[in-house]
């Protein structure tokens, strides 16, 4: 799979593919219906398949503080598309030139710039300055333009909706089993181990810190999860949030996974974190001996709950 940054970057080979656009954060199980026919299309015209995206997403641009939370960062997307085989994911920075857009300016990035041969787009999509593009505009540049334009109808699971918001709604009541069954894979967060102020160390719990690059999570507590990306799968318990015993509470969320009978330094290694099940919610302790503590109960809870599955 080939990213391209921008339209300065495309070039002749990356024209005349089939394309679908949007956030596809998560990549659940609605997207990958999405991609499968888009795959499909693009090997009936021997053209590649391409998706278009943007970054930031568009609600992160207009409120970043209060935008849903990600269910992906940018790089797990990507090698969520990859897993799908998509041949190119075209991905737009979003910004003050981005969203002055118009939908008729839009329309002719795709059809003289891309080139589109066929599109897909979600039943709710919207596009160009204040959102004034949709379906209709698009099926018209298509029939002027000789590509065709599918609506692609929403996907259900047992009569829920598949969608990001609905993952996100399952993920915080820790239904992690529903969430993987929309989602098509377990819920994950990878990440690069990063330095922290080592207090785990000090407590006797060392812990790998994995920033989440983001100002909300998706999740927040303290979670029984699996690891990967060292020699071998592992388990462990795992805090995400702002730890509001030893940090201002305006701080970003961080993921402090402490890994069952492991004690390599494993600093700049990319870790993939599964969670399993949620065991509690986060809580301010009155202090380190408590939060100590509870740190202790945390872990004897979460072994017994490995053992028991």
């Known amino acids: 799979m080939e990213i391209i940054r921008g339209l300065i970057n495309l070039r002749e080979e990356h024209r005349g593919s089939v394309v679908t656009i949007g956030n596809f954060d998560g990549v659940h199980m609605g997207h990958q219906a999405i991609l499968k026919q888009v795959k499909e299309k693009a090997a009936e015209l021997c053209v590649p398949s391409m998706l278009i995206c943007f970054e930031p997403q568009p609600l992160e641009y207009f409120d970043e503080f209060n935008a849903p ?10 090698e969520l598309l990859d897993e799908n085989a998509i041949d190119l994911v075209l991905c737009f920075k979003f910004d003050e030139k ?7 300016q839009f329309v002719e990035m795709l059809t003289s710039k891309i080139e589109v041969r066929a599109l897909f787009v979600g039943d709710d999509f919207k596009f160009g300055h204040d959102r004034s593009g949709d379906f209709e505009l698009l099926n018209a540049a298509g029939q002027q333009h000789g590509f065709s334009v599918t609506n692609l109808y929403t996907l259900s699971y047992e009569h829920i909706r598949v969608s990001s918001s609905h993952i996100r709604e399952c ?4 239904e992690f089993e529903l969430a993987e069954k929309m989602l098509g894979h377990p819920y994950t967060i990878t990440g690069k181990v990063v330095y922290g102020r080592q207090l785990g160390r000090t407590l006797g719990v060392p812990t790998a810190n994995l920033q989440l690059h983001r100002y909300r999570a998706p999740i927040d507590g303290v979670y029984a999860v699996e690891i990967r990306g060292l020699d071998k799968p ?3 318990v795992a805090n995400v949030g702002v730890r509001p015993t030893i940090d201002e509470e305006t701080a970003k969320p961080i993921l402090e996974v402490h890994i069952f009978n492991f004690e ?3 600093y700049g290694k990319y870790l993939k974190v599964i969670f399993r099940r949620k065991m509690r919610d986060e809580k301010k302790f009155e202090g380190i001996e408590e939060l100590k503590t509870a740190i202790f109960a945390d872990i ?4 017994n709950y490995f053992r028991e599955r």
Not at 70 to 78: G, N, P
Not at 98 to 104: G, I
């Open 69 to 78: 939370a990600r269910l992906t960062r940018f790089r797990e997307k990507v």
């Open 234 to 236: 592992l388990i462990g």
């Open 300 to 303: 004897a809870s979460t072994k």
């Open 98 to 104: 981005t969203r002055s857009m118009t939908s008729h």
């Open 264 to 266: 390599r330094e494993i």
């Open 171 to 174: 993920l915080e009541r820790g």
